[in-house]
């Protein structure tokens, strides 16, 4: 059997066919888009279609990631988050800018069937303008922020405040609560590292509340939008929606997210220094009696030795969270012929706890889907089964 293709890979169980329903990016350049295939057993698996039908209602440009799945009872409609690049003559509305280069956002598509077609509620993403008034936006200051030569007392007088580029949504259903986690892009959050004495552009897993009444319209027509408390205008009247911080390098350091802040001087400045914080899923489990609030994540590319899974644990689905001191709790392994493992989710089956995630068995291939029995014993006692390669099932 060969593997199965795949990338940020979410698994929904749809008790209706007792199935698993995997969604995951695809490298399609057609009307469709986001693999969908399904499986009994998690391990072997049977391609469906493409989820998304594109041509209809359509915002985005390209770059289309990281498709989630969720099946609402109160409407029997399956609905399909996911994130995108603006089309060109958009970006101005969502960034107030004409050039905001990674300008991504997070889309909503439904469908009857957990096998699609879905289509996109309106021809706009959320409605949702994520901004962070205290980052000083060094890239309006420097012509080049990597480089050695700069004069660092100049990021002081940087112009404050930026909008967020959204990719990587995942939804946290906590009782009567709705929770939209997502990942900050790295592009336009550049950060002076104290420790390493430059500018690392980095992406945070950030987080804010829906409101929940697009979730009970019986007719699947509404878009999910956040909160009012999460509202915000400026003195010209222009949105600058509040987030909430979760996972950050900087709020608890540990050395494996360090796998690309020389990226600019080993690649002879056709790179930047990064950090990425990406691919998060949130999830409870009872631990010693208590309910405890988990999230798994992925730091660094993909292509790197040092990408990986983290998971952190908090009291509130908000935070704080506190990192696994052991992290990461996948990762390469070349002794295993194992590598880019990361952005998964997790999935429950016969009372047992699993990680399903994307991986390669060489560094030259393209990703594949791979599934880990995930044991969490305590916040500080945490460890993965073997991971193993999904195969597909041909006709």
Request: hydrophobic share 30%.
């Amino acid at each position: 059997m060969k593997s199965v293709i795949g990338a940020d890979p979410y698994v929904l169980f749809d008790k209706k066919s007792g199935y698993f329903y995997c969604y995951a990016t695809s490298n399609t350049k057609h009307n469709k888009t986001f693999y969908i295939y399904k499986s009994k057993d998690l391990i072997k698996w049977e391609f469906v279609d493409y989820a998304l039908d594109t041509l209809k209602n359509n915002w985005g440009k390209d770059w289309y990631w990281a498709p989630e799945c969720y099946y609402n009872p109160h409407n029997n409609h399956y609905y399909l988050f996911y994130s995108a690049r603006l089309k060109d003559e958009l970006t101005k509305e969502y960034f107030y800018e004409d050039n905001y280069e990674e300008n991504c956002k997070i889309g909503v598509a439904v469908s009857t069937s957990p096998e699609g077609p879905f289509i996109n509620i309106t021809d706009r993403p959320i409605d949702y303008y994520p901004y962070d008034p205290n980052y000083l936006d060094v890239d309006k200051v420097y012509k080049n922020t990597f480089s050695k030569d700069i004069d660092l007392s100049k990021r002081l007088s940087a112009p404050k405040g930026v909008y967020l580029s959204s990719i990587d949504v995942n939804l946290f259903f906590d009782e009567d609560r709705i929770y939209m986690f997502y990942s900050r892009c790295c592009y336009r959050n550049c950060i002076f590292d104290e420790e390493y004495q430059k500018f690392i552009e980095e992406s945070n897993i950030v987080a804010v509340e829906l409101d929940t009444s697009w979730w009970f319209d019986k007719e699947a027509k509404t878009m999910p939008t956040i909160k009012k408390e999460y509202l915000s205008y400026n003195n010209n009247n222009q949105r600058q929606d509040k987030f909430i911080n979760i996972i950050t390098y900087h709020n608890e350091k540990q050395a494996w997210e360090n796998g690309h802040i020389n990226d600019y001087d080993n690649n002879f400045g056709s790179k930047r220094n990064r950090r990425w914080s990406e691919g998060s899923t949130t999830f409870t489990k009872m631990l010693n009696g208590e309910k405890v609030y988990c999230i798994t994540y992925s730091c660094n590319n993909y292509q790197n030795a040092l990408y990986g899974v983290g998971i952190a644990f908090s009291k509130n689905a908000l935070g704080p969270y506190k990192k696994y001191e052991k992290n990461p709790i996948i990762h390469q392994i070349k002794e295993e012929s194992l590598y880019s493992t990361g952005h998964g989710t997790i999935i429950e089956k016969n009372g047992e706890m699993y990680y399903f995630l994307h991986g390669r068995d060489n560094v030259e291939h393209d990703r594949t889907l791979y599934l880990a029995k995930i044991n969490i014993n305590s916040t500080t006692d945490v460890s993965v089964d073997k991971v193993e390669m999904c195969k597909l099932i041909e006709e």
